[in-house]
């Protein structure tokens, strides 16, 4: 049964998807949100937010208000847990190249549930997972086929679907990559303010990194990257035997520090394992093919040791719905009513494809970028060998600190469109 025809589908209901989506509405172009889920799925509990994230979330216009919910961290802080020294402080309100810094600890439903309030009702579809894509005769529509057996069909399809993405696939690209590595997530929240510098607290040991963060007066957020041996992967769906996994190698972490971890709950612990897509997939895969076109994880799952996934995400959808707002909003050709029905499809589906062509080369070379350098850097950060070892410690601190400044000093940009007429 075909449930209707629409102009832009966007598959997932994540950061990426909201963005996009929200993006769109503020340029007066309206899309539909297609969420597999019953609710907003609020997994990873927080995330941390960059400059460049920040940015966007401006321009979608919810950043005040998150803002008001989350504390500014001032400071990054690196502490080896072999020597029990302090290796490196930076400043994230420094004078430098890359000037003031800001960073916040962004709980991830609080950031999804501003995103959702400022679409319209009806725009996120919910319990509606897509199982396979057809393409039309003509070419010009996909076709949606959903699990409840309805069928959609779509001028633009948008695929924000994750790291098992089906859009990604019908665009050609590969499974994901496993990294070798898992993460441990967790968040407390306190009925007392937890009484914690706002700094961005950063702890390497031997072979694995863990940080603590805050996210406002009560909560604090936490995690732990790590190569887990065979025994590990047994228990990685035993969150109590997770959270006893996290403490003994947290064992020299201060004390006043480590109780946070303590006194989390074992529903509020998740594991998973770190998963990427091949920097040769990024170069030459299909980011966008036709009027179809893949969007944060879905498009570039990455490591997490620069803390730019989500971050990346957001810049995607920011430009993604500048481009496609584009396409929609420029004037038919002047010879538009004398041309079939068939005709005026065909020539706004060129103009689709040349939109999301723009999205896919404004996108390519930044998520490569950040890609292939967390996963250098995660197998640096954790490596185990003498020489990788040292560098870690005595090196790479001050360059890490130095990095994650440089990588979120980049502006996604406004949604700088001509005023259309809202729907």
Not at 353 to 363: F, I, M, S, W
Request: charged share 25%; with cysteine; net charge positive.
């Amino acid at each position: 049964m075909e449930s209707g025809v629409e102009d832009i589908v966007i598959v997932g209901a994540g950061i990426a998807g909201l963005t996009t989506s929200l993006g769109l509405h503020r340029l007066g172009i309206r899309s539909l949100v297609l969420e597999a889920s019953d609710t907003l799925r609020i997994t990873g509990f927080a995330l941390t937010t960059w400059t460049n994230a920040w940015k966007a979330l401006d321009a979608v216009g919810v950043g005040d208000l998150l803002r008001e919910q989350h504390v500014q961290l001032n400071e990054n802080v690196t502490t080896s847990l072999i020597t029990g020294q302090q290796t490196s402080s930076l400043s994230f309100n420094g004078t430098g190249k890359h000037g003031n810094c800001e960073v916040r600890c962004v709980r991830r439903q609080l950031m999804l549930e501003a995103l959702a309030k400022e679409l319209p009702s009806g725009t996120i579809r919910y319990l509606s997972k897509i199982v396979a894509i057809e393409e039309s005769e003509s070419g010009f529509y996909k076709i949606l086929h959903l699990a409840d057996r309805t069928t959609i069909r779509t001028k633009v399809l948008i695929g924000c679907d994750g790291i098992n993405s089906t859009v990604a696939k019908w665009l050609g690209f590969n499974e994901t990559s496993f990294t070798g590595r898992y993460v441990i997530r967790g968040y407390t929240k306190l009925v007392n303010n937890h009484g914690l510098q706002l700094k961005f607290m950063h702890y390497f040991g031997k072979g694995f990194r863990s940080g603590v963060i805050p996210c406002d007066e009560k909560t604090i957020y936490w995690f732990l990257t790590w190569t887990p041996t065979s025994q590990d992967k047994e228990l990685v769906k035993n969150p109590a035997k997770m959270k006893q996994l996290v403490l003994s190698k947290l064992e020299k972490m201060p004390r006043d520090v480590k109780s946070f971890i303590e006194k989390t709950k074992v529903e509020d612990i998740l594991t998973s394992p770190l998963r990427y897509r091949n920097q040769w997939e990024l170069m030459l895969g299909n980011i966008s093919k036709g009027n179809v076109c893949v969007v944060g994880d879905a498009f570039h799952p990455m490591a997490p040791d620069l803390g730019q996934g989500g971050c990346c995400a957001l810049e995607d959808g920011v430009v993604l719905a500048r481009c496609v707002a584009e396409a929609f909003s420029q004037k038919p050709s002047k010879h538009t009513k004398e041309m079939s029905e068939e005709e005026n499809v065909k020539e706004q589906y060129k103009k689709i494809e040349v939109a999301l062509g723009k999205y896919a080369n404004q996108r390519r070379w930044r998520s490569i970028d950040i890609s292939i350098t967390s996963y250098v850097l995660g197998f640096v950060l954790q490596g185990d060998f003498k020489l990788v070892a040292h560098f870690r410690d005595k090196v790479l601190p001050t360059f890490l600190a130095e990095l994650l400044l440089k990588k979120s000093d980049f502006d996604c940009g406004t949604l700088n469109i001509p005023k259309m007429k809202q729907y």
